[in-house]
């Protein structure tokens, strides 16, 4: 695996016209991670993995400290696996040029976790813009655990790029909680919360499946999951699975929930 620390060494050594899948993260490398890099190794004939904390996306300096690094365990993952290359740039190496880093999202968009985390998706699509527009790789690999971020992400490649977005779907552990690299930062406890969680929400998914109408219902689960010991919902909506909208029936709903266990701010999608 050769390790490139600019974009310019980069372009300089890789030939971009190859075949060549990108999977970028924020390191803290789990499961989930290691589907996308597989599926982008199934589908091209070399990979690339970025490891970038991407500070335009968080909202709040303490939530960007505070995410976990491991840059020494994500090189061994990533070498067992044979990735071809590792991108890890700097701030000032994304950042170069401020001009081009602002998107703008559509009024529609600012729903579920753009209208709680202002400044979020701008963030990310901005950090894609610029991976984007410094090389282009022939497809991009996405999870399905952030929805509403594959889903504006789709959308700003569609309408600027040719390059394939991937998905994979979510990689849950034993509990069913999703994988996320924040879970490092809960404890037993914490986990089997999330997992009880899990397990209502899909309770209330398989009721809608045989009767929309159960909807309705929706308040109950909020407060029932409100009552667990230091969880606090953020959100919990039904939405259309393929625009988002709230139209939707018992055959494209998805449900999206964003919520506090403890002091950690988790999402998934059912």
């Known amino acids: 695996m050769i390790i490139f620390k600019s974009i310019n060494k980069l372009n300089k050594e890789v030939n971009f016209k190859a075949n060549i899948g990108f999977v970028p993260t924020m390191g803290s490398l789990h499961q989930g991670h290691i589907s996308l890099i597989k599926l982008s190794k199934k589908k091209c004939e070399k990979t690339l993995v970025s490891i970038f904390i991407n500070p335009s996306q968080f909202n709040k300096k303490n939530d960007l ?35 081009n880093t602002k998107i703008k999202l559509e009024k529609n968009d600012k729903i579920m976790c753009a209208l709680h985390r202002p400044g979020h998706f701008e963030g990310v699509l901005a950090v894609i813009n610029q991976f984007l527009q410094k090389f282009k790789p022939k497809h991009i690999f996405f999870g399905e655990k952030d929805y509403q971020q594959l889903y504006l992400i789709k959308k700003f490649i569609k309408k600027n790029y040719k390059i394939k977005v991937f998905s994979c779907s979510t990689i849950r552990d034993k509990n069913n909680v999703a994988l996320s690299s924040r879970n490092i930062l809960l404890n037993r406890n914490d986990i089997n919360k999330s997992s009880i969680i899990v397990s209502e929400i899909l309770k209330f998914k398989n009721k809608i499946k045989k009767n929309i109408s159960f909807t309705k219902n929706l308040n109950n689960i909020k407060t ?37 266990n403890k002091k950690i701010r988790l999402i998934d999608n059912y």
């Open 224 to 260: 029932k999951i409100n009552s667990l010991k230091n969880i606090k919902i953020e959100y919990l909506e039904i939405r259309n699975k393929y625009n988002l909208s709230k139209n939707y029936n018992k055959n494209n709903f998805k449900i999206f929930l964003a919520y506090y």
């Open 65 to 99: 400290k505070k995410y976990p690094r491991n840059l020494k365990k994500d090189i061994k993952i990533l070498k067992k696996l044979n990735v071809d290359y590792l991108l890890k740039p700097n701030v000032n190496d994304i950042y170069k040029n401020k001009k």
